[in-house]
Each structure stands twice: as structure tokens, then as C-alpha cells.
């Protein structure tokens, strides 16, 4: 169970883990953080968190430790490599991979973390930046049922809509789930603004009739005003978004599906990617009509 007194470890303090660090400052409990690049985390020192110089040196600290890294090769090296968590795992009791990664990795890492005497979660989320920093974010968890329960408090300091998905790696495979359905959403949501743009209407009233109705979905009312507005910052990084898409078409393989829905995304994604857009925000899936 988890207590005041738990000390939390976070990996990664980029564009959602800087915000989801600073949940964890205020709801009271200490931090201690890791990142590659230690200036990314300077906000949070300066407001109370500890630095750790290694993930093997959290583990050895932090009671629960997090992870919020961008691709499966470095929650592989995080949590297995030569200096993982998983080699020592000193005071930690509970491991929660909340990137977006494998299924296949987040079983390997549960039953590692068994062996070691560590309690494992895969947690991937969503809600972008924006559900982030307004504790918002959707949270899908594979792994123990009574471990779920047991770190469902830290998690409800991320988000309000948190649901056990079933054993290990069905956290991931619910993520894919997501990802395929706003693959296909993306395209429709740019589509139409830049046919009310080229029908001579005024796109941000086309969005207060069409988000509201049959079409509405999360993409269409928090990412079609960054369209409309030309801001291209990432919320969710069109690299990462590649790297999803990819592990989706990979696993959709396994089951013998096809999904050309997600096909047609990701060579529209990669296209942006090849012509440097590879950093910018998804909702750069506009530019495509400019190329």
C-alpha cells in the first residue's frame, strides 16, 4: 500500500513527464527524478525534487519508481540493461512503465520484476500535454489486479479516467487500441479544416457546429484550433506518434489483420517526418495539403 511517507522516482521529465513530476510534488510526496539531459529537470530541483544519476541509482532510493521515456529500446535499457532497475532493485517495490511500448516487453519486464521481488505495471496514457497538466490523462494498466489496486493513488494523481485493463501487456495493447482509432481521426480532423478553408468558410465556427455533433472527438476540439491558429508545438511529438503506429501495425500483423486505416496514417506521418517535421506536434498532419 501506498503511504505519505513513499518516495516516488520519474524517469523522463519531457513535454507530459515535466507536468506529471510536478503532480507528484504537490500531492506531498518526495521526488527524486532521472533524465538524460539533467537541465530538463532543473524546474522541478528547484522545487524540491532530488536528482539521481542513474536509473540503477533511483532504484536504490525510490520506493515506486515511473517511467515516462519515448521509445521501447530505452524502457529495455531503464528496466534490463546492464545498469537497470531490475539488476538491483535496492528499495523499490513497484515499477510503472506509463510510455508507450510493446506488449511483448511490458510481459518481460512483469515477470523480470517477479523474480527480482517487484511488482510491475504497463500503464501507457493519453491525453497529450494538455490532460498532463490538468491531471487529466486516461490511464489503461495491465499487470496484478491487486497491484493495480494497491498504486491506484499514484496514478489518480494523473488522471480521472483509470481502468484496469487485465493482465500484463494489455495496458500496451489497449494503447494500441487508441492509437488506431486517432491514426485515422487525424487525417478526417486536418481534412476538414482545410476544406472549410477552402470552401471560404470560417473554420473556427465550422468547429463549434461539427465538434459538438456526430464528429466530435478529442483530436477535432483540442488539436483542429492548433490547426486553425498554425501552432505546430508538440503535445505529443510526430516521432513518437510513428513509433506507435508501428508497434500497432506490428501486433495487428500477429492477429493476421489488416488495418489500412492506420497504414494510410503512419506513410502520411513518415512523409512529414522524411520532410523535418519528425519533432513538431501531430496536428502538423495539416501541412501535408501545404506540401
Known amino acids: 500500500m501506498i503511504k505519505e511517507k513513499t518516495i516516488i522516482g520519474f524517469i523522463g521529465t519531457g513535454v507530459m513527464g515535466n507536468s506529471m513530476s510536478r503532480h507528484i510534488l504537490d500531492a506531498g510526496f518526495q521526488l527524486i527524478v532521472y533524465t538524460r539531459s539533467k537541465e530538463k529537470a532543473q524546474d522541478l530541483l528547484e522545487n524540491g525534487a532530488k ?7 533511483l532504484a536504490q532510493q525510490a520506493d515506486v519508481i515511473i517511467s515516462m521515456v519515448g521509445y521501447p529500446k530505452d524502457v529495455e535499457e531503464i528496466y ?18 506509463m510510455t508507450t511500448s510493446t506488449p511483448s516487453l511490458a510481459v518481460k519486464i512483469y515477470e523480470k520484476a517477479l523474480d527480482a521481488g517487484v511488482k510491475a505495471l504497463d500503464a501507457p496514457v493519453s491525453g497529450g500535454d494538455i490532460g498532463a497538466r490538468e491531471r487529466k490523462l486516461t490511464i489503461m494498466a495491465g499487470g496484478s489486479k491487486d497491484d ?9 494523481i494523473f488522471g480521472t479516467n483509470i ?14 487500441c487508441n492509437q488506431i482509432a486517432i491514426a485515422s481521426n487525424m ?17 473556427e465556427r465550422v468547429l463549434q457546429s461539427i465538434s459538438a455533433g456526430a464528429a466530435g472527438s478529442w483530436s477535432l476540439s483540442n488539436l483542429a484550433p492548433r490547426m486553425i491558429k498554425g501552432d505546430f508545438a508538440p503535445g505529443f511529438y510526430i516521432k513518437h506518434f510513428i513509433k506507435d503506429m508501428g508497434i500497432a501495425l506490428e501486433e495487428a500483423e500477429k492477429m493476421q489483420m489488416d488495418v489500412p486505416g492506420l497504414k ?5 506521418y513518415e512523409e512529414l517526418a522524411e520532410a523535418g517535421e519528425e519533432s513538431s506536434g501531430t496536428q502538423a498532419i495539416l501541412k501535408h495539403w501545404s506540401y
Open 51 to 57: 536528482w539521481a544519476v542513474s536509473p540503477e541509482e
Open 80 to 97: 534490463l540493461g546492464e545498469k537497470g532497475i531490475l539488476k538491483d532493485t535496492g528499495r523499490t517495490k513497484y515499477v510503472i512503465d
Open 148 to 156: 493495480f489496486e494497491d498504486i491506484r493513488s499514484i496514478l489518480e
Open 163 to 176: 481502468i484496469y485493463q487485465g493482465e500484463a501487456g494489455a495496458g500496451q495493447h489497449t494503447k494500441m
Open 187 to 203: 487525417i478526417g480532423v486536418a481534412e476538414a479544416v482545410v476544406y472549410a478553408k477552402k470552401a471560404g468558410l470560417d473554420p
Open 264 to 268: 494510410l496514417a503512419k506513410s502520411l
